[in-house]
C-alpha cells in the first residue's frame, strides 16, 4: 500500500513538472511569434483589419499546405522553412480570432499598440486552452509527429471552410473559433518539437 502511495506521488510530481515545462516552451514559442507580428505591424500597421475570415483561412490553408508540400518533397525551388509556416499559421489564427471579436473593418481602425494588445489576448487564450487540455489528456501531443500536427491543422482548415460555407451555422459541432484556436495550438506544438531537436535542452 505504501509503494503504491508513494508512486501515485512521484506520478503526480512528474506530471505536473512536464505541465510547467510545456507551459514554458509554450510561452517562448509565443514569445517569438509575437516579436516577428510586433516588426510587421510596425512596417504595415494592422492591415489585416480588411480582412474577412474566408480569406484568412484561405491564408492559413496555403500556409498548412506548404507545410506539407516541403515535409513530402525532397528538393525545393524556393528557400522556404517548415518554422517560418508554422509562425505564420499561429499569428493568422490570431488575427482570425480578433476578427471574430472585432467585427471587420473597411480600413485600418485601430492604433498598432492597441492591435498588439488584441493579438496577445488571443494568444493567451490559446494558452489557456492549450493548459486545460494538457492537463486532461496528458500531453499526447507529444507523442505526435509533426506532419500529423500539419494535418491535423489542415483538417480544421477543411471544417472552417464547410462551417463558412454554411453562413456560421452548426449542429453539433464547435465554432470555428473554437478551430482557430487549435490550429493556433497544434502549430506551437510543431514549433516546440522542431525547438527540441535542435536544442535537447530546450
Known sequence: MYISILYIYEYLINFMADL??????FQTILDNCASL???????????WRILRLPSL???IFIK???TRSIQNNATQKIDESEE???IAIVNYSAIALIQIHEGVAEQIDMEPKKAFE????ALQTGKKLMEDKNHDYGEAWRD????????LILQKILRVKQIEDNQGVTQVSEGIDANYLDMLNYAVFALIH???ERNPEF
Open 84 to 86: 517560418g509556416e508554422f
Open 64 to 66: 498548412a499546405n506548404r
Open 194 to 196: 522542431m525547438e527540441e
Open 37 to 47: 507580428f510586433e516588426r510587421k505591424l510596425e512596417d504595415y500597421g494592422p492591415a
Open 118 to 121: 488584441l493579438y496577445k489576448n
Open 57 to 59: 483561412t484561405d491564408q
Open 144 to 151: 505526435m509527429r509533426i506532419s500529423s500536427l500539419t494535418d
Open 20 to 25: 510547467q515545462k510545456t507551459s514554458r516552451q
